[in-house]
């Protein structure tokens, strides 16, 4: 509007306030008004804050300058510089077959659509198998992750979910269920490491983690109870392999303490045999040198030895045929008979 125009304005609207007997709109200056108003908006577009765990990306028309650490920073105003503040320290996590409503003690999850159809994978025996997992990363380019692809967000679950798809078509549904797992995490990691870098995409991959792996609904009651037989088999070999590790120590033991036995009662028979050979030899020189005092020397040893294990003994003189003549019968009747 031009600065006649203008006049013809107020000087129509002053008219019609004094034929409707009001004061008329007083003179305001509008242009400090717009400068004021104008200054306010670039200083608030000026400044810009960048959290501790941040860094701010700036784009000048749209064109990559220059990088900011945390802290408050100066921009050109008016949208000349713009900020995109990326998170570099915090670890970033992604869902795969699920996702978190509310976090907590008690956290609930939910499977839309797109949910369930990352989980059914095919296995390498054509089986379907539904696996949860998540991805947890690090932004450490954060120029390339902005840059470098288009939605690198939306890049980065297409390539994890297309690998994580090989890594299961290439074992079995009892490998994906059972003593697979870890071998699915560690091949995962490393392949969908290897395409970040590829990719250019700025991202660290930190951890994959099978959330849970299950067959198909209709057939999840036949898996678990092969999952509990599998289970209750190694427990019957864990008990067996501990039977196992204790009954052949003592075993072995036992062998061993037959075995020192053995030598000991051999090593024992054969120190008493030679002393006996050498006590018989020490005795036949004494028998030599003297047989009859020998003789009757081995013979009161002998009686010493055998008379105390006999008990109560009668000894009768060879010469009387019997006991009864010692008893003297033939006086006593005698006496009866007086």
């Known amino acids: 509007m031009s600065s006649g125009d203008r006049e013809n304005v107020e000087e129509f609207l002053r008219n019609v306030f004094r034929s ?17 108003f104008v200054l306010l908006i670039a200083l608030q577009s000026s400044f810009y804050t960048i959290a501790p765990e941040e860094v701010g990306v700036v784009l000048r028309f749209g064109q990559y300058v220059r990088t900011t650490e945390p802290g408050l920073h100066v921009r050109l105003p008016f949208g000349i510089e713009r900020v995109r503040k990326v998170p570099v320290q915090r670890q970033l996590k992604e869902e795969f077959g699920f996702r978190t409503i509310t976090a ?27 696996v949860e997992w998540i991805v947890q990363y690090k932004v450490v380019d954060p120029v390339r992750f902005l ?44 392949r969908l490491q290897e395409l970040c870098t590829q990719y250019d995409l700025g991202i660290d991959v930190a951890l994959v ?32 392999q501990a039977e196992l590790n204790r009954e052949i120590p003592r075993a072995e033991g036992e062998a061993k303490a037959t075995v020192e036995a053995a030598r000991g009662y051999a ?18 020189s004494e028998y030599r040198k003297a047989p ?29 045929r ?5 008893l003297n019968l033939g006086n006593v009747g005698k006496g009866a008979a007086e």
Not at 162 to 181: K, Y
Not at 301 to 312: D, H, I, R, W
Request: charged share 30%.
């Open 104 to 130: 907590g003690q008690r956290t609930q999850f939910s499977r839309d659509k797109r949910a369930i159809d990352e989980a059914i994978m095919l296995t390498g025996d054509l089986n379907i198998a539904d």
């Open 20 to 36: 409707r007997g009001q004061r008329p709109i007083p003179k305001v200056p509008i242009v400090p008004i717009v400068g004021v």
């Open 267 to 284: 090593i024992g028979r054969v120190n008493e045999a030679e002393g006996e050979a050498t006590r018989f030899e020490a005795l036949y």
């Open 322 to 326: 019997g006991i009864l003549p010692l």
């Open 147 to 190: 840059f470098q692809v288009r939605d690198a967000r939306e890049t980065f679950r297409d390539v994890t979910e297309a690998v994580m798809r090989g890594v299961i078509g290439d074992r079995s549904v009892d490998e994906a269920l059972t003593a697979g797992r870890q071998e699915v995490e560690d091949e995962t990691l490393m």
């Open 209 to 240: 983690a099978l959330q849970d792996v299950n067959p198909p609904e209709p057939v999840k009651a036949s898996f678990n109870e092969v999952n509990q037989a599998e289970q209750e088999r190694e427990t019957l070999i864990n008990q067996a």
């Open 292 to 320: 009859q005092v020998t003789r009757r020397r081995i013979y009161l040893e002998t009686m010493s030895e055998v008379l105390p294990q006999v008990g109560k003994t009668v000894i009768v003189d060879e010469s009387v």
